[in-house]
């Protein structure tokens, strides 16, 4: 079935970039996303890309997608510690049409001052 | 325009017991999704309703759980005789699908703890 992977932890240092990968499986997905979830909240749609994109930038966002190696990643620029968070990849099921998404496991970025 | 609303944001619940999660949408969005996020993991889909239709529960479990989106009022995800591997943290999602963008805004979550 679909499967999103992502690496589990990523640390870095304030003011530096941060980018946080990701690989799917699914390769009719349409849109790919990424969400930020802060300790105890839900989750926020930080940015999308479609799937016929190479790139996105949205501010400090960058979004680049290979869709080839069904590669996704997100490049933070000038990370602060407010950055501070777990990052989720998350791809919508092709295969059912309902709009449900497929999540990764999550990479928590840790931002030291 | 207030977000996506879940109560409680805290549920504790004893083994046996019932729990029951209540999900308001963003204003003028029919389309909700529930997800379940287990401790270290990421949320996996449970069930996708419309007003007055389950659309897809293809992640519920088989037994014990329902869920329902009346036409008046806020969506519910109902555990029956709750297991303490239902402890988790129970998301909902509300879209407005007026285009192929499937964008879901998130609730805060309800933490269900089950001892």
């Given at each position: 079935g679909e499967d999103v992977e992502q690496s589990l932890f990523l640390s870095v240092r304030e003011g530096d970039s941060s980018v946080i990968n990701c690989t799917y499986t699914d390769s009719s997905s349409t849109y790919l996303y990424w969400y930020k979830q802060e300790p105890g909240a839900g989750l926020q749609l930080l940015t999308y890309i479609f799937s016929n994109m190479d790139m996105k930038q949205d501010q400090r966002l960058t979004v680049l997608l290979n869709k080839k190696d069904k590669h996704l990643s997100l490049r933070i620029a000038d990370t602060q510690t407010g950055d501070s968070a777990i990052y989720f990849c998350a791809e919508n099921d092709s295969s059912s049409n309902t709009g449900k998404l497929i999540f990764g496991q999550g990479t928590t970025l840790q931002v030291k001052p | 325009n207030a977000g996506v609303m879940q109560n409680p944001r805290h549920l504790v619940r004893r083994r046996g017991q019932e729990a029951r999660l209540r999900c308001s949408p963003m204003k003028g969005h029919s389309h909700v999704y529930w997800y379940r996020q287990l401790p270290e993991?990421?949320?996996?889909?449970?069930?996708?309703?419309?007003?007055?239709?389950?659309?897809?529960?293809?992640?519920?479990?088989?037994?014990?759980?329902?869920?329902?989106?009346?036409?008046?009022?806020?969506?519910?995800?109902?555990?029956?005789?709750?297991?303490?591997?239902?402890?988790?943290?129970?998301?909902?999602?509300s879209s407005q699908r007026q285009s192929e963008i499937y964008e879901q805004y998130f609730g805060p979550g309800t933490r269900l703890t089950v001892t």
């Open positions: - | 993991e990421g949320l996996k889909f449970m069930v996708y309703l419309q007003k007055e239709n389950i659309i897809d529960e293809s992640g519920m479990p088989k037994e014990r759980f329902s869920a329902e989106f009346p036409k008046e009022g806020p969506s519910i995800l109902r555990i029956q005789q709750v297991v303490r591997g239902d402890s988790a943290a129970y998301f909902c999602a």
